[in-house]
């Protein structure tokens, strides 16, 4: 079966990279596999149906572009006094009424193990047999739980069921932000009302003790342009950022020294060093990798973007753009 699946994946990837679509085999299937390891699925990665990748290569090919679903997000806060504390995953049904508290539906592990709900819309997470739990991407209003990385708006209903409270969300991976696919509901039953409001968040440190490498084509003046959630969505002469940058320019000089300038401020020298692959911030311990690209003739920096969204929410962090000046 694995042999057949991975003939069927080659013969896939050659049709559409052949056909010239708006996207190719690669990005849908690392977009696929990077969002299914985000989301409140079943496991890390999830393959997608191989009917359902058969139907996309017949869509590609008779000039269909694939379009992924981004939910509406910016929904104000409206307080839910019923989901605040502590759900422990138990179940994953197609339907809510799939669901029999006797008998679970989904043999496998669940990727998520427990949600917290907290007051105000924050949520924590536990991924882990440990039940540790950490911060996460996901917010909260009433009604939904939202993914600002993913967007997606994910609908609950909460229901009473032989003395215990579940929790029915909706599970919105791949399938359904990319293949339109109808999602499952993930199942959480109550544990507690306590509030985790004062649970510390830890940020994530990076190594940034290394050695410096020299990389002399990163030296010489670079200048912001785009701001984007992959390297590979990127298009010069094409703005995928609709507001302003706040990163605006690096002057990068040999021996690790750099500099910048913000929207709102300058980047003084020493703030930011680098070696070869990586621009370094010893003060907030990230270590943001680099790429450099020719593309049209000119030489662009992609630059991670490590925010308070990637070091204390744990978000997969999204590039600068930056074009090399002089």
Same mark, same amino acid.
């Given at each position: ?149 993913? +967007? *997606?708006? @994910?609908? !609950?209903? $909460?229901?009473?069921?032989? /003395?215990? %409270?579940?929790? =029915?969300? &909706?599970? #919105? ?111 907030? +311990? *990230?270590? @943001?990798? !680099?790429? $450099?690209?020719?593309?049209? /003739?000119? %030489?662009?920096? =992609?630059? &991670?973007? #490590? ?20």
């Amino acid at each position: 079966m694995e042999q057949s699946n991975a003939k069927i994946g080659e013969l896939m990837k050659t049709k559409l990279d052949q056909s010239v679509p708006s996207i190719t085999f690669n990005k849908v299937w690392n977009k696929h596999k990077s969002r299914n390891r985000n989301i409140l699925g079943l496991r890390r990665v999830i393959a997608i149906p191989s009917m359902a990748l058969i139907g996309l290569v017949f869509l590609t090919l008779v000039g269909f572009k694939l379009i992924a679903i981004e939910d509406k997000i910016d929904y104000p806060f409206i307080n839910d006094q019923q989901v605040i504390g502590k759900w422990q995953a138990v179940d994953c049904v197609q339907n809510i009424n799939d669901f029999n508290p006797d008998k679970k539906s989904e043999q496998g592990n669940l990727f998520i193990k427990a949600l917290v709900f907290i007051k105000e819309g924050p949520m924590l997470k536990a991924f882990d047999g440990s039940g540790k739990l950490e911060p996460s991407t996901f917010t909260w209003t009433e009604g939904m739980v939202l993914n600002k990385q993913d +967007k *997606t708006a @994910s609908k !609950y209903e $909460i229901k009473a069921i032989n /003395g215990t %409270t579940y929790m =029915f969300l &909706e599970s #919105k991976g791949g399938d359904y932000i990319y293949l339109h696919r109808k999602p499952p509901y993930f199942v959480l039953a109550k544990v507690d009302d306590a509030d985790y409001s004062n649970n510390k968040l830890t940020a994530i440190e990076d190594k940034v003790d290394y050695p410096f490498v020299d990389d002399p084509q990163l030296i010489g003046i670079w200048k912001s342009v785009d701001f984007v959630k992959t390297i590979d969505e990127f298009e010069p002469g094409v703005i995928s950022c609709k507001g302003d940058l706040l990163l605006t320019q690096f002057d990068i000089a040999e021996n690790g020294r750099m500099s910048g300038l913000t929207s709102g401020s300058e980047l003084p020298e020493g703030f930011l060093t680098w070696t070869q692959g990586l621009i370094i911030d010893k003060k907030h +311990k *990230t270590a @943001s990798q !680099y790429k $450099i690209k020719e593309l049209k /003739g000119d %030489t662009y920096l =992609f630059y &991670e973007w #490590k925010s308070g969204d990637y070091s204390y929410w744990r978000m997969t962090p999204e590039y600068y753009v930056l074009k090399k000046v002089k």
